[in-house]
């Protein structure tokens, strides 16, 4: 394996690490080999702030390794009848390895303890295979806020 990590502990991320947060889910986009202006596209969609952190509309966690966090998700509340997984990105060297599998457990786990029955998600074309693995169900698709003409998958799955 060319990445190694000891224990992964996963917990309520921290408002003052927003930043971090949002260069994590751009590096994490950049895995699939997007062009830098695609990414640099998609930077305001995929930016976090300190106040979202704080919101009771969100829920956003880690996945740490020692002191390292190697991924993230974020849920959102603001939705009647769902939660919508609003983030879930973890860091390229540590894709492959399990920590994003972890990650939507955990998200489940917390979408179900807040009431909700559903957990929708807009993914990634190239997240497709990991979101039904993850047993989400592809209902659809959205057009993308970043990339004008852009289509990209609706999953839902049942909590």
């Known amino acids: 394996l060319p990445f190694q990590f000891t224990q992964i502990n996963i917990r309520h991320a921290k408002p003052e690490e927003a930043e971090q947060l949002s260069q994590l889910a751009l590096q994490s986009k ?3 080999g997007y062009s ?11 930016s976090y702030s300190e106040q979202q952190l704080r919101s009771d509309a969100y829920y956003f ?4 390794s020692d002191e390292e966090i190697l991924g993230f998700y974020a849920l959102d509340y603001s939705h009647k009848n769902y939660a919508e997984l609003e983030a879930l990105f973890v860091e390229p060297e540590a894709i492959g390895v399990g920590i994003g599998k972890q990650l939507m457990k955990a998200a489940c786990q917390q979408a179900r303890l807040n009431g909700a ?3 929708r998600i ?3 074309p190239n997240a497709t295979k ?3 693995a993850s047993g989400g169900k592809l209902v659809g698709q959205l057009a993308s806020l970043s990339i004008p003409g852009r289509m990209l998958p609706i999953f839902e799955v049942t909590l």
């Open 30 to 32: 950049g895995h699939w």
């Open 36 to 46: 830098e202006e695609f990414l640099q596209r998609c930077k305001e969609e995929l």
């Open 61 to 64: 966690a880690v996945a740490q």
């Open 117 to 119: 029955k559903l957990l």
């Open 122 to 124: 807009q993914g990634d």
């Open 130 to 132: 990991f979101y039904q």
